[in-house]
């Protein structure tokens, strides 16, 4: 473990996600910033289901820790444990702080190696290519994306949505909903509502597949795009252990500390913050949080933090390349006029500029 700078705060940063790697980026200047995190790179969240279309696209969406962390530490590794004054890894490191950040989102299975990452899109791709149906289950803004990208790049293939819910994207509005389902529908994808398939049936051989509601769909392949749980079940056995909620987010106070402690900070959909859990505002949670931190290293009072404050519910969703679904404060609207505000590039470029790097 590198020596802490002489004279500058200690900051810990658990997870080198979205929020994190913000946080990281941004305070890295004024402490002796280090990244905890099990990946070397970062990936963008909403870029995921274009690079299993276009596997090329990942190459900008899956971001070196290293080249935004220029003046920081990255240690290639999960936290294990918290202590008054440590954070504790897998690999046996003990980091000591002054300053903590909790960002660690939900649980992803993805690989460490960016290479190896960028293998699994492939994959995914080939996947697709070589299927004349496909199976989605899940009706949550992955899996009614993914159906997007497949029916805009591969309309000549079968897709079927499966959704367990009584409509798709329940995170938002009825009136968005149906215009996504008018969409799916008018590209020939087939919505399956208040259905489901039992996932522990689920095989890459298998190419039939009975529903809930007693219906059989015949697919080549199969994508699964239900939510991930909570990265939280570490905590148990740490000093926040009495900072989780019941669903296990992280309880915290209106400046984002966590609640019962002054030099702990939680960020990102790991918090309790009652507010759809969306990548950009996790990227607003790490620019107070990286805010605060300065004024704390500043030496001002717990009572200068400034606070965090929930807005109207914004949703953007991309249906495929050039389409989507917004919903904003006063109006939703479908079609190209928000396909050209998300889907084209998918704001990969601003978080990438964000990150201090070329778009």
């Not at 200690?10 to 946080?23: Q, R």
């Not at 080249?67 to 240690?75: E, F, S, W």
């Not at 689920?202 to 009975?210: A, F, G, N, Q, T």
């Not at 939703?332 to 505000?341: D, E, F, Q």
């Amino acid at each position: 473990m590198e020596a802490a700078a002489a004279g500058k705060a200690k900051v810990v940063v658990v997870g080198g996600g979205l929020a994190g790697s913000l946080l990281a980026k941004t305070i890295q200047g004024d402490a002796d910033v280090f990244v905890v995190d099990p990946k070397e790179y970062l990936e963008i969240p909403w870029a995921e289901l274009r690079s299993t279309v276009e596997p090329s696209f990942a190459e900008r969406s899956l971001i070196y820790h290293r080249d935004y962390l220029t003046q920081g530490t990255l240690v290639t590794s999960s936290a294990i444990n918290i202590t008054e004054n440590a954070v504790l890894t897998a690999d046996g490191q003990s980091l000591g702080y002054d300053y903590l950040v909790i960002a660690t989102g939900h649980a992803v299975t993805s690989p460490g190696s960016r290479a190896e990452r960028l293998k699994e899109f492939q994959r995914d791709n080939g996947k697709i290519e070589s299927s004349e149906s496909v199976l989605i289950v899940g009706g949550g803004p992955t899996g009614v994306e993914l159906a997007g990208e497949i029916a805009v790049d591969y309309p000549e293939k079968k897709v079927t949505l499966i959704h367990r819910g009584p409509r798709l994207l329940e995170f938002i509005g009825e009136k968005a909903s149906k215009k996504c389902l008018d969409w799916l529908t008018s590209k020939k994808v087939d919505v399956l509502l208040q259905n489901s398939v039992d996932l522990g049936s689920l095989s890459d051989s298998e190419k039939s597949y009975k529903t809930s509601g007693g219906e059989t769909v015949m697919a080549d392949s199969h994508f699964v795009c239900i939510g991930k749980p909570l990265s939280s079940s570490w905590l148990h056995g740490t000093i926040l252990k009495e900072s989780l909620d019941n669903k296990g987010r992280v309880m915290v106070e209106k400046d984002l500390r966590v609640k019962g402690y002054n030099n702990i900070f939680a960020i990102g959909d790991i918090t309790d913050i009652p507010e759809i859990k969306q990548g950009y505002l996790a990227q607003k949670h790490a620019l107070l949080v990286a805010k605060n931190l300065k004024l704390l290293i500043k030496g001002s009072p717990v009572s200068k933090l400034a606070t965090y404050s929930t807005g109207y519910p914004i949703a953007m969703v991309s249906l495929g390349r050039n389409e989507g679904i917004a919903q904003l404060p006063y109006v939703t609207l479908s079609g190209c006029l928000p396909g050209r505000i998300k889907s084209r590039d998918l704001y990969v470029g601003k978080a990438r500029k964000q990150l201090g790097l070329n778009a």
